[in-house]
Nanobody, 125 residues
Framework: HVQLVESGGGSVQAGGSLSLSCAVSGYTRSTYVMAWFRQAPGREREGIAYIEFDGSTSYADTVKGRFTISRDNAKNTLDLQMSSLKPEDTAMYYC????????????????????WGQGTQVTVS
C-alpha cells in the first residue's frame, strides 16, 4: 500500500508562483509513474503533469511552460513548481501514483492511477 500526502497549497496573486510537494510512504515500488491532477468545483479532474521513475515528464497544454514536475526517488517526494499562475489555475491539487504499465497516452487520465493524496487547495486571485 502507498500513502501520499500533499502540502504547499495556498493563496497567491495572478502572475505569482507556488510550490507543491507530495510525500510518499509505504510500498514505493508501486510509484513508477507519479502525477499531479487538479479539480476545480463543478469540473472533472484534470491531469496536468506526470513523471516516470527515470525522470521522463509530460505536461498538459494548459500548464506547459509554466509548471515543472520533479521527483526525488531517494527521498520519496514529488514536487510541482508553478509559476505565472492564473485565476483559472485555482483548484484542489492532488498527487497520484501508479505502478508500471499501460500506455503513456493515458498517463494523464485519472482512472490510470491506483493511489491518491487527499489534496491541497491552490487559489489564484
Amino acid at each position: 500500500h502507498v500513502q501520499l500526502v500533499e502540502s504547499g497549497g495556498g493563496s497567491v496573486q495572478a502572475g505569482g508562483s507556488l510550490s507543491l510537494s507530495c510525500a510518499v510512504s509505504g510500498y514505493t515500488r508501486s510509484t513508477y509513474v507519479m502525477a499531479w491532477f487538479r479539480q476545480a468545483p463543478g469540473r472533472e479532474r484534470e491531469g496536468i503533469a506526470y513523471i516516470e521513475f527515470d525522470g521522463s515528464t509530460s505536461y498538459a497544454d494548459t500548464v506547459k511552460g509554466r509548471f515543472t514536475i520533479s521527483r526525488d526517488n531517494a527521498k520519496n517526494t514529488l514536487d510541482l513548481q508553478m509559476s505565472s499562475l492564473k485565476p483559472e489555475d485555482t483548484a484542489m491539487y492532488y498527487c497520484a501514483a501508479k505502478t508500471f504499465g499501460g500506455s503513456r497516452s493515458r498517463y494523464l487520465q485519472a482512472d490510470e492511477y491506483n493511489y491518491w493524496g487527499q489534496g491541497t487547495q491552490v487559489t489564484v486571485s
